[in-house]
């Protein structure tokens, strides 16, 4: 997926359930997976190439890469996120009652339920490497500039736990890591280990060319 420019709607719709609709999530589809005994998985979706200009109001929520495939063999490589440049926010902003961290915590389940049954998350993740005899690395997410990020990684699974994304480097915004609480510290373990509340900076190298405020104890 590459070569966008969005224009998004500035604010979701609103209902006594929750949001049912949000202003912008972009995924990427995920490798197939390999049945043959020396087969590798299919590689997933990467994203490339976004640019959002309207105004720091439209936020992308989400954008996240495609999971590689799995495998008897090799699992397949998780997609990568790449050249975004949007003016407004990756991940929706916290407003005076709700507190929005690495997920967004007021959508309605039955919407969103099935596609995210931990809960949409927010923020900018490669896609996670397949499940094989050897597994597949997940994507990287790199050069990506937003007026303010709220967690980086690789995909959610399930059940609400993240995986590192193989390498994140070149990120531009004011600030990474949205905290729910309302506090300047990431609240909580490894987001591999327990669905986390606060956005983050997870990735199996250690992150280069950050340029911004990153929320303290967020990077793993």
């Known amino acids: 997926m590459t070569n966008l420019q969005l224009s998004g709607p500035q604010a979701p719709i609103k209902t006594a359930a929750g949001f049912d609709a949000l202003s912008t999530l972009i ?17 997933g979706g990467s994203i490339s190439a976004i640019s959002e200009s309207k105004d720091v109001y439209s936020p992308i929520n989400l954008l996240q890469a495609g999971n590689g495939g799995a495998a008897v063999a090799t699992g397949g490589a ?3 996120v790449s050249l975004v440049k949007t003016v407004g926010l990756i991940g929706q902003a916290s407003d005076s009652t709700i507190g929005f961290g690495a997920f967004q915590t007021a959508v309605d389940p039955s919407v969103w339920g099935t596609l995210f049954p931990a809960g949409v998350p927010e923020g900018v993740f490669a896609g996670r490497g397949g499940v094989g005899g050897t597994n597949g690395l997940a994507g990287s997410v790199v050069s990506i500039n937003a007026y303010a990020i709220a967690a980086i990684g690789a995909a959610a699974d399930p059940t609400g736990l993240f995986a590192a994304a193989e390498k994140v480097a070149n990120i531009t915004a004011t600030s990474i890591g949205f905290s729910a609480e309302g506090l ?9 280990l327990a669905q986390p509340t606060d956005g983050f900076i997870f990735s199996a190298t250690t992150p280069t060319g950050i340029s911004g405020t990153v929320l303290t104890g967020s990077v793993f």
Do not use: Q
């Open 27 to 43: 995924l990427a589809g995920n490798g197939g997976a390999a049945t043959g005994a020396h087969a590798s998985g299919g590689a």
């Open 184 to 192: 300047s510290t990431y609240e909580g373990v490894s987001p591999a």
């Open 78 to 80: 998780g997609g990568s």
